[in-house]
T-cell receptor
Framework: DQQVKQNSPSLSVQEGRISILNCDYT??????FLWYKKYPAEGPTFLIS?????DKNEDGRFTVFLNKSAKHLSLHIVPSQPGDSAVYFC??????????FGPGTSLSVIP | DTAVSQTPKYLVTQMGNDKSIKCEQN?????MYWYKQDSKKFLKIMFS???????INETVPNRFSPKSPDKAHLNLHINSLELGDSAVYFC??????????????FGPGTRLTVL
């Protein structure tokens, strides 16, 4: 039972354009959401997070949007750079409990 | 100055063998984790320790036994290895076990191949 879904296994975007990575979840109890970025042969690294009491969080080129009614969140990267090419994992948790990861979306930013 | 380190990076072994993967963090974190990334690329938590105490133990075969000699180390011992154990195993740590406030720092992963 996948509680966190990333339905696009891959995404290609031109350098300088916007990248939008989507994530859907099924558990309405999730109250904290995170995005991790992973390069090949490395572990995931934390990128940005959002609490369920917010609908937007921004950090430089990265913005996460949360739509609780739709159980959907998205990560926007503007402008996209070749160094952003990586696998992006959406993750969610209920406070004091484990983090559930999605299967990841592989982003390719084309120069 | 590696934050979370794992050894070995690659491990190839025969079915039925016993093997260990070591993990160390120098971040002073209280909580450490083991994750398994299977062939479908899902990262699934296996265990979590907070100050050497087991706090999360997912439905993992009891052939897998974590050992935390101190809060900077969390080793994973696997008995009687099976083909299905082939995966990438990631160690991680966080300041405490509350995902609400603390992101997790991951090691580089150990690719285990069981032949």
């Amino acid at each position: 039972d996948q509680q966190v879904k990333q339905n696009s296994p891959s995404l290609s975007v031109q350098e300088g354009r916007i990248s939008i990575l989507n994530c859907d979840y099924t558990n309405s109890m999730f109250d904290y959401f995170l995005w991790y970025k992973k390069y090949p042969a490395e572990g995931p690294t934390f990128l940005i997070s959002i609490s369920s009491i917010k609908d937007k969080n921004e950090d430089g080129r990265f913005t996460v949007f949360l739509n609780k009614s739709a159980k959907h969140l998205s990560l926007h990267i503007v402008p996209s750079q070749p160094g952003d090419s990586a696998v992006y994992f959406c993750a969610a948790s209920v406070s004091y409990d484990k983090v559930i990861f999605g299967p990841g979306t592989s982003l390719s930013v084309i120069p | 100055d590696t934050a979370v380190s794992q050894t070995p990076k690659y491990l190839v072994t025969q079915m039925g063998n016993d093997k260990s993967i070591k993990c160390e963090q120098n971040l002073g974190h209280d909580t450490m984790y083991w994750y398994k990334q299977d062939s479908k690329k899902f990262l699934k938590i296996m265990f979590s320790y907070n100050n050497k105490e087991l706090i999360i133990n997912e439905t993992v075969p009891n052939r897998f036994s974590p050992k935390s000699p101190d809060k900077a180390h969390l080793n994973l011992h696997i008995n009687s290895l099976e083909l299905g154990d082939s995966a990438v195993y990631f160690c991680a740590s966080s300041q405490d076990g509350l995902a609400k406030y603390n992101e997790q720092f991951f090691g580089p992963g150990t690719r285990l191949t069981v032949l």
